[in-house]
């Protein structure tokens, strides 16, 4: 049995209770060696086996699951935030089909919620954005043509850019041929929840220097919308004129 745990953004606790269970009663973990901390790996057992998916490719991960399967034994897949988002997962399960080896996945919180978290922001502000758009810039991996930045830029909605700060200068430019402006509020959010978690409040038109000016390369995400700003309007949710399913309001509905 495979076990697709989300190890969460970096903060050992921000593991799911269910992820952690599972990673203290694993045979084998594979983790993935560039972004899962690996203060996670102090809750495997003395004698788990434990490998670095960094230096592995697919057909290796499955060769190590492969063996393991054919012992009875046990192996969680560790990928760093939630395994859905960016994770290269789907082609593991595809394997795993085809080899008839039974799998499940345990969610795990993604660093755009760390992100947040750490921004104490929220990204659907009422009168704001009620739309976040989670994507990347082209870069090694290509991006479909209908979803290149400067067309989903045209929503102006809170953005969240994976996999980018290598390429900020190109990814301002984008921005900007939507509704974004060099004004739009913009953060720079680098390992969000680990101890050298940094927080960069910019603009789209000063993202590539922000970066510069902190030494930010790799492990960031970066925010985008005015929903960093904040908003004035409030929520109607709980307005108490506002009738729901579980209270009653004094509006006439
Ligand atoms: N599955 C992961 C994303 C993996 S892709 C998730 O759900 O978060 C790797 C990219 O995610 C990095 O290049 C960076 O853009 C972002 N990332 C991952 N962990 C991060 C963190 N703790 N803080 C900021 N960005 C992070």
Sequence with gaps: MVHFVGAGPGAPELITLRGAALLETADQVIYAGSLVNPALLERCRADCRILNSAVMTLEEVIDAICAAEAQGRTTVRLHTGDPSVYGAVREQMDRLEELKIPYDVTP???SFCAAAAALRAEYT??????????????????????????????????????LSVGMLTELQAELMKGAYTAETPAALVYKASWP??????CTVGTLAESAEKYGIRRTALVLVGEFLAGSRERSRLYDPAFTTGYRKGTDKT
Excluded: C, D, K
């Excluded at 758009?133 to 909605?157: C, D, F, K, N």
């Excluded at 050298?196 to 409040?201: G, Q």
């Design 196 to 201: 050298e978690e940094m927080v960069v409040n």
């Design 125 to 162: 502000l009422p009168g704001i954005s009620q739309t976040l758009i989670l994507t990347r810039m082209e870069g090694r991996t290509p991006v479909p043509e209908r979803e290149q930045l400067r067309s989903l830029a045209q929503h102006g909605s809170s953005m969240a850019v994976f």
């Design 108 to 110: 795990g919180v993604s």
